[in-house]
């Protein structure tokens, strides 16, 4: 059983803090397992598996790998978003989320999910937060997590080294994706895995605490407590 992170360690600086959506600042869990749940009654196959499988990982790459040969891989993925999208009942942020969000200063905080940019704007606005500035979504990139290249777009979005960034993250296909990129990851939650040496969990915000400095420089560091 891996003990908890001594305190000295839980604390965390950066300059840019690069959130996931769904179960990372959204809790839509009810929604994505309905969905799923009907993809997979569809066609006879494991719902259990297709959900232990997909989290966080772009609906067009899950549709993929369980869809039956000879099915049309986007049509069937376009289905699945017109369904999410009309689904708003039981959607809420995670405890602590807005609050955090509400002190983070807006030009250092990027989202970075697989959802497409119009059902990340339906589900941040069913969560009652704000949608951040600076967005990534899965329409505006080629590879999808657990690849980097959305993160590593977001920083560069704002102008900040990976090094200096800090990922928020729930799924395993998202934590692979901050690491990869280089990225110091805080993995959100219960559905996250094994987690990897180095990443420290937390079950939600309300224990987290944020507060900003600035150096000499004029340069705007983001203090963690976790």
Known sequence: MAMPAPAALRFLT???????????????????EQVWSEFADRYGLDSAEILRTSHGIQAIDTVRRFAPAGADIE???????AAERVRIEGI???????????????????????ADRIL?????DAAGLGMPA????????????????????????????????LVFEDAPAGIAAGLAAGIRTVAVGPNTGPLPAGVLHIHDYTSVRATLETENAGCLTICFRL
């Open 14 to 32: 950066c300059r840019a803090v690069l959130f996931d959506m769904d179960g990372t600042l959204v809790d839509s869990t009810s929604i994505v």
């Open 75 to 81: 049509e069937l993925a376009a289905e699945l978003g």
């Open 92 to 114: 809420v942020p995670l405890p602590g989320a807005a609050e955090l969000l509400g002190i983070l200063p807006p030009n250092a905080v990027a989202l970075v999910t697989s």
């Open 120 to 124: 990340a704007d339906i589900r941040m």
């Open 134 to 165: 600076t967005v990534v979504t899965a329409d505006v990139i080629t590879r999808g997590k657990p690849h980097p290249e959305g993160y590593l777009r977001a920083a560069e979005l704002l102008g900040v080294d990976p090094a200096d960034a």
